[in-house]
């Protein structure tokens, strides 16, 4: 996913209210250096992927409706990493890496279309993949959280990263959803597109959302597949390129 024109820096001052950041955008002059808010893309707690007063990137809008024009794409992390924090953009990343042929797990379907509705529970799934195969459903999450579970919140050395950042039970109904996707025959993959330069390994965050990690535990159980691939980031392009391993246990 390249970025034209590329993405542009500033100074990350806070995030609240959810939706809103305020930066400072970098001009050589701190004192005279202009502030303004920016759009957040991010509905998540966004834990340890922020700091006051470190780089950010932020990509520009020419729509005139827009009230905040900017819109936050990449953190720098306290312990000085790079986390990709709009959610938005993971889906169209796992397109991309599967019609580059990047995602080897999710090849040979002729047909991949998105956001089908589907499930028992007024589910969308985010990519439906078809062929002779039969039908393939991939659920794709965006990671971004790393921390040591046991020691606390700071950053570990080991590149643990953990899914969910915070309560949730769209997540949970998620895995539901494509454990009856196994149970009717089909092939269910969980895919968490990591978008945090640190992050070596992905497994339930059961000390943030236990109910989230045991519907996984049985979600992995019933045979539903679960896959991480790494993104580089850059402020001129974001693109999913390694394979890391998934800790089902």
């Not at 995030?15 to 502030?35: P, V």
């Not at 996707?181 to 059961?206: D, K």
Request: contains cysteine; proline residues 5%.
């Amino acid at each position: 996913m390249k970025f034209s024109p590329p993405l542009q820096q500033a100074t990350l001052l806070k995030r609240y209210k959810r939706f809103l950041a305020d930066i400072r955008l970098d001009n050589g002059n701190k004192k005279a250096a202009e502030e303004t808010t920016i759009h957040c893309p991010n509905t998540g707690s966004m834990k340890n992927c922020w700091a006051p007063e470190t780089p950010c990137w932020f990509s520009v809008s020419d729509n005139p409706k827009r009230k905040y024009p900017f819109t936050w794409e990449i953190a720098t992390t306290p312990a000085g990493d790079l986390a990709g924090i709009n959610t938005g953009r993971a889906n169209a990343l796992v397109v991309e890496a599967i019609n580059d042929g990047v995602i080897t797990e999710l090849q040979g379907y002729d047909e991949l279309r998105t956001e089908v509705k589907y499930g028992e529970e007024n589910s969308r799934i985010d990519i439906l993949l078809s062929g002779e195969q039969g039908q393939c459903y991939v659920e794709i999450k965006n990671c971004t959280l790393l921390e040591d579970a046991e020691q606390g919140p700071a950053a570990n050395e080991s590149g643990k990263g953990y899914f969910p950042d915070a309560v949730s039970t769209r997540g949970t109904k998620h895995l539901r959803e494509l454990i009856a996707m196994v149970e009717a025959g089909h092939r269910a993959v969980l895919l968490f597109c990591v978008q945090h330069s640190a992050i070596e390994s992905v497994t339930p965050a059961a000390h943030i959302d236990s109910a989230y990690a045991e519907t996984f535990a049985e979600a992995v159980d019933a045979g539903v597949e679960v896959l991480a691939y790494r993104a580089r980031l850059s402020p001129e392009e974001i693109k999913l390129e390694q394979a890391i391993p998934v800790e089902t246990v």
